[in-house]
């Protein structure tokens, strides 16, 4: 059976991911591909009981290591009960947030010993290593006016309440990974209105999926 494709969608907040991960899972879906939607902290049941903690701020005062060790925990179970099972039978996995936003919010920004975060990483992910990783790029001061008008009255979660000079050492830190990985990393603009950006998006996944299905194609006919 073929093997489906892996998507993460990161960035800093209030960028769009979720609304761009949703427009992009109907396209995909009006094209024929089963899509699975998912999101972290969480995605499965182990993670969801985990996102609580951590979004809270009940983890907080153990530290960034313990929260970084909580977050792993919660990827490795979502890894295991949802994304590899989807990718294996063919799914396109649609995927708020995944190991980059450990290496930046608890491995740029905040002071766990970086040798620490590599064997975490590797633990929690287990090979399932992202195929294309989106990164959606926005100047922090837009994206926390953004994120605090989509969110109302309620106040702001554990991460999103950090100063301005914390969330902008954020976006450098996703634009370097992107840097270093750009066979997987795509910066998209986030800054223009939702339809430019979802063209944009929809145009960089679609390219990468014919990509993966033309060498199949051309075998199947070199062998028929
Ligand atoms: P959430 O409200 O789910 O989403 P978003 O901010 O993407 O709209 O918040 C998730 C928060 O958790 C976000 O501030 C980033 C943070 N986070 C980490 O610090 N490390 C991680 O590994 C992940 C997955 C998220």
Redo the contacts with the bound molecule.
């Keep these: 059976m073929k093997r489906g494709f892996f998507i993460t969608f990161e960035g800093g907040?209030g960028a769009g991911?979720?609304t761009q991960i949703h427009r992009l899972a109907d396209r995909l879906r009006g094209a024929g591909h089963e899509v699975v939607v998912t999101?972290?902290?969480g995605g499965s049941a182990g993670a969801e009981a985990v996102r609580h903690v951590?979004?809270s701020g009940a983890a907080e005062p153990f530290g960034p290591m313990m929260e970084a060790v909580l977050?792993a925990a919660a990827r490795s179970d979502h890894v295991e009960q949802v994304i590899r099972p989807a990718v294996d039978r063919g799914a396109i996995v649609l995927c708020?947030?995944?190991l980059d936003?450990?290496r930046v919010?608890?491995g740029a920004t905040s002071d766990v010993d970086p040798q620490f975060m590599v064997a975490l990483e590797r633990v929690a992910i287990n090979g399932m290593m992202p195929d294309m990783t989106l990164i959606l790029d926005l100047d922090p001061e837009e994206g926390l006016k953004r994120a605090a008008s989509r969110r109302g009255d309620e106040i702001a979660?554990r991460?999103?309440k950090e100063t301005i000079e914390v969330h902008r050492k954020r976006r450098e830190a996703y634009l370097s990974i992107a840097n270093a990985e750009p066979d997987r990393c795509i910066v998209i603009d986030a800054s223009g209105g939702v339809e430019q950006v979802e063209r944009v998006i929809a145009a960089a996944v679609f390219a990468a999926i014919a990509a993966i299905d033309a060498p199949q194609q051309q075998a199947v006919a070199a062998v028929s």
């Design positions: 907040e991911k979720s999101r972290e902290p951590l979004l977050f708020d947030r995944f936003s450990s919010y608890q979660d991460f999103e």
